[in-house]
């Protein structure tokens, strides 16, 4: 079964919002992904919009043609936000202001009378729920009780293990949990911190049928893309020289 690459397009915006700028946009950047063969888009509006903004996800809707993947947190502002943008997916995160990016999954088993209310309400809207949790059964549990339709497994520990042994064993949880998710009836999908080197390692569990990558995929467009970069602001430079010796 093929594998759905869903492209996280986070950190183009982050990029953006580095300097202030108009560019690079991120909108611009899911229509490329798009045309190189992304199945779909994820994108977290963050609560403290450091990098994916309102406005952002507003164009997305129109833009994309393929399927929009909302990450947010299970807030009354996300879920209104999203219940008036219809993305096709939102994947509920946790998050706190003070994190570099998502560090832990949801724990689903422990705040389903939270999570409860905010999911009904993102399903009756029509909208796929994805919940993003620990390999872990407890969760998948929680995940059926509630409702959602897809868990994405967090494959940062997988992705971070330093010793291989280390990695086999996130691995292993991984699989265990995939196959459980599986026979629950929920979707699988996995992501965070997966890169080409360690991809390998989560596409080949059988039950998982979507991946969400960002930052590697950014980062290595920014280095492939470099030597094209150069050498177009050189023709640039250029075009700037041959008007300065058109002139009187
Ligand atoms: N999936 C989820 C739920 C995430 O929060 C993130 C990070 O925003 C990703 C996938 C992508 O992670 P990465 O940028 O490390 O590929």
Known sequence: MPIRLHVNIDHVATLRQARGTQYP???FAAQLCEQAGADGITLHLREDRRHIVDRDVERMRDAITTLMNLECAATDEMVDIAVRLRPDVVTLVPERREERTTEGGLDAASHRAHLGPRIARLVDA???VSLFVAADEAQVDAAVALGARQVEFHTGPYAHAR???GRDVER???AQASRA????????AAGHGLT???VVGV???PEIEELNIGHAIIADAVLMGLPRAVRAM???IRRGVRVRRAKP
């Open 126 to 128: 029509g909208i796929k």
């Open 234 to 236: 050189r023709a640039a």
């Open 196 to 198: 080409r080197s360690n």
């Open 163 to 165: 010793a291989p042994v």
């Open 172 to 174: 292993t949880l991984i």
């Open 25 to 27: 946009d991120p909108v």
């Open 181 to 188: 998710a599986k026979a629950r009836g929920l979707e699988v």
């Open 203 to 205: 596409a080949s569990i």
